[in-house]
């Protein structure tokens, strides 16, 4: 067990090979500062709640209403302004700022989103208490086969026996189906990195290949179908992927690629938008289609696989993509950006394909279905057994490599064992429409997940950028125990911010009003600007 104080820590990141490490950057103490504005406004808003509250209970007890031009510190139910005939847009265009400014009627009205930021606030200053206090016990990874694989099995068998459930559609690939499968693969990739199951490695990279391979499946299909490339949606898919990410990277310090899932998800989203919105209106021809994956596919091998060509991309956004390692301080800065994005560049337009011919595939097995059992059976059975024999001859020549090796030819091969996969997953009727709800239970909250397994599950050094290299220890001296009671802690937490991302999305990036996104954009950047200005005045003084 190490518990290092936070006096220590400034001298601790001087040994580790950073000089200049400062307990605290700008951008830190601006974004604390930040959140205690927002705590401040909140107590005031529920301040306000109460009066108001009060202050109904006495007009009732007194069986008369507050007559016109009372302040009952509240506007009246579905009013947006004193007087309630304003206009709702005007009011929450200019809302943040009437908030900061003290006015009552907009700060009580807004009183349900300030509890949100502040929830916000609090589960990243927990954080931040697990992640760089040093005062929350660690203990060291121990991998066990029989353990890892015992509690998959587990939570496998409960789900099927507890939570199997049938999808109102049985077209292959439906939403249950897919959340499902990154469900039981995040929960494979988790328990990878809790007890350090090195030998799973070309698995998991198998499983994140096949979350980059949604990535182009999932976007291509909303775009193709929907056509709706509004901005709205946009920013709301760009807020989706990076607004926890964000805060996390500013309240902690640490750099976007230590999350490296998220800017790569988001850099092969904006790839399928910008594709697909050139030329919107031929989406729908088949050469259009193949013409553009053909040019992303011929994009991906300049810049990924001719010498130069993604330095001099990325080079100009190093303060956004660097990253070193503080184990490996002498590390390239975008050395870990070309090789985490590199490894998967490829299978998200496998993806855009996938879901190009998706509805022929839905027709292939429609029609195979109203065949008579005497032809449907022996097809099935064939397409399953050759499918498996694809599969065993991946794993042999290609999954069996050593770690390096396997690396080099993932981003070639890993399609293999996804379509593998599909095809046997909807094989039979029966297939597409069964799930597990836990594992979709898990498949939607990913993301959070991911993220926040790095502070309130794994544990750190201590230093910023750190790798989780040990894990949290609530229970010393019971493993089993102290796993479950910091899983419980670690998966309601990721379940919140899952929520609050979503509740905030919904209000903070309106989809549907450009006039609206664009003040909240505006005042978003203003405010950046005064928050950061803070910051350093507080970190040069202090």
């Known amino acids: 067990m190490e518990i290092a104080g936070t006096e220590t820590f400034v001298q601790e990141l001087h040994e580790k090979g950073f000089p200049e490490a400062k307990l605290h950057t700008a951008s830190q103490l601006g974004c604390y500062f930040s959140f205690a504005v927002v705590v401040v406004l909140y107590a005031y808003a529920e301040l ?3 009066r108001a509250s009060k202050l109904k209970l006495r007009y009732e007890d007194e069986s008369e209403e507050p007559q016109a031009g009372q302040d009952c510190n509240a506007p009246s139910a579905g009013s947006s302004a004193p007087g309630g005939n304003a206009a709702p847009e005007k009011l929450f265009q200019i809302a943040p700022v009437r908030c900061l400014l003290g006015h009552k009627d907009v700060i009580l009205q807004c009183r349900s989103n300030l509890r949100t930021w502040t929830e916000l606030g609090l589960i990243l200053a927990l954080f931040y208490f ?5 005062l929350v016990s660690e203990s060291g990874k121990k991998y066990d086969r029989d353990l890892f694989f015992s509690i998959f099995l587990t939570l496998s068998f409960y789900g099927l026996y507890c939570t199997l459930k049938q999808s109102k559609v049985s077209s292959p690939l439906n939403r249950e189906q897919t959340e499902e499968w990154k469900g039981w693969m995040q929960v494979l990739f988790l328990l990878y990195h809790y007890y350090k199951a090195s030998e799973m ?4 990279r198998i499983f994140i290949a096949a ?9 291509f299909s909303y775009y193709h179908v929907r056509k709706d490339f509004s901005i709205g ?8 992927l990076n607004f926890f990410v964000c805060f996390c990277c500013l309240c902690l310090g640490n750099s976007y690629v230590l999350y490296y899932i998220c800017p790569m998800h988001t850099l092969f989203t904006l790839l399928v938008y910008f594709s697909l919105i050139i030329g919107k209106e031929y989406n729908n021809s088949t050469p259009t289609v193949l013409i553009k994956l053909a040019a992303l596919t011929a994009l991906v091998y300049i810049v990924w696989e001719v010498p130069g060509v993604f330095q001099g991309i990325f080079r100009p956004f190093t303060f956004l993509f660097a990253y070193t390692d503080p184990k490996k301080p002498s590390m390239e800065p975008l050395h870990e950006w070309f090789f985490r994005s590199g490894l998967d560049r490829y299978v998200w337009i496998y993806g855009m394909a996938c879901a190009f011919f998706h509805p022929r595939y839905e027709m292939a097995l429609k029609w195979l279905e109203d065949r008579p059992v005497g032809i449907r059976l022996p097809v099935q059975i064939a397409v399953g057994a050759a499918t498996l024999c694809v599969g065993y001859w991946w794993y042999t020549e290609y999954y069996l490599l050593p770690k390096l090796e396997y690396n080099k030819v993932h981003p070639y091969t890993s ?3 996804i379509s593998c996969f599909i095809i046997l997953r909807n094989l039979t009727p029966q297939l597409r429409i069964n799930y597990v709800e836990i594992f979709c239970v898990c498949g939607k909250i990913t993301l959070e997940t991911y993220i926040s397994q790095f502070h309130i599950w794994l544990s750190t050094t201590n230093v910023p950028d750190g790798q989780p290299g040990k894990l949290m220890e609530l229970i010393p001296g019971y493993p089993l125990i102290n796993f479950g009671v910091c899983s419980i802690i670690y998966v309601g937490i990721s379940q919140r911010v899952f929520t609050i991302t979503n509740d905030l999305k919904n209000s903070c990036v309106p989809n549907g009003n450009n006039k609206m996104l664009m003040h909240n954009i505006i005042f978003a950047c203003m405010w950046s600007v005064v ?4 910051g350093w005045i507080l970190e040069q003084a202090f």
Do not use: E
């Open 211 to 219: 979350y980059v391979w949604m990535t182009g499946f999932g976007n």
């Open 531 to 534: 928050a950061l200005a803070i």
């Open 233 to 240: 949606r946009f920013m709301q898919m760009m807020w989706r």
């Open 48 to 50: 306000l709640a109460y």
């Open 201 to 204: 490695y070309n698995a998991i």
């Open 415 to 417: 399609w293999i064992p």
């Open 130 to 134: 697990t992640d760089r206090s040093g």
